[in-house]
Nanobody, 123 residues
């Protein structure tokens, strides 16, 4: 079973940048698609970005398109989310999750989840 650990969260001012990492242990990410989701207080978990097992298929939520970049390094067994031009509405706990091979935008289609990392953007 793959275990996932997110890191890289923190507090930044609006317009700033953060790079989130999702590291896997207990298995390889090579055959998994990886998604990033976020959940703000009082709101449902929402899709942010996803990358397919081979890095070819990539999809972003409209709210982050053009500002965030997802990438993966299978040699390091990790996936990254580069977040730029951050806005206060980006404030949330960010989670990475995996499912076999192909990307999906629904959280219910992912099999394993990390514990999350907090991102706080102040105005």
């Amino acid at each position: 079973q793959v275990q996932l650990v997110e890191s890289g969260g923190g507090s930044v001012q609006a317009g700033g940048s953060l790079r989130l990492s999702c590291a896997a242990s207990g298995g390889t990410l090579v055959t998994y698609a990886v998604g990033w989701f976020r959940q703000a207080p009082g709101k449902e978990r929402e899709f942010v970005a996803a990358i397919g097992w081979n890095g070819v298929s990539i999809h972003y939520a409209d709210s982050v398109k053009g500002r965030h970049t997802i990438s993966r390094d299978n040699a390091k067994n990790a996936v990254y989310l580069e977040m730029n031009s951050l806005k206060p509405e980006d404030t949330a706990v960010y989670y990475c999750a995996v499912r076999r091979f192909t990307i999906a935008t629904s959280s219910s289609e992912y099999d394993y989840w990390g514990q999350g990392t907090q991102v706080t953007v102040s105005s």
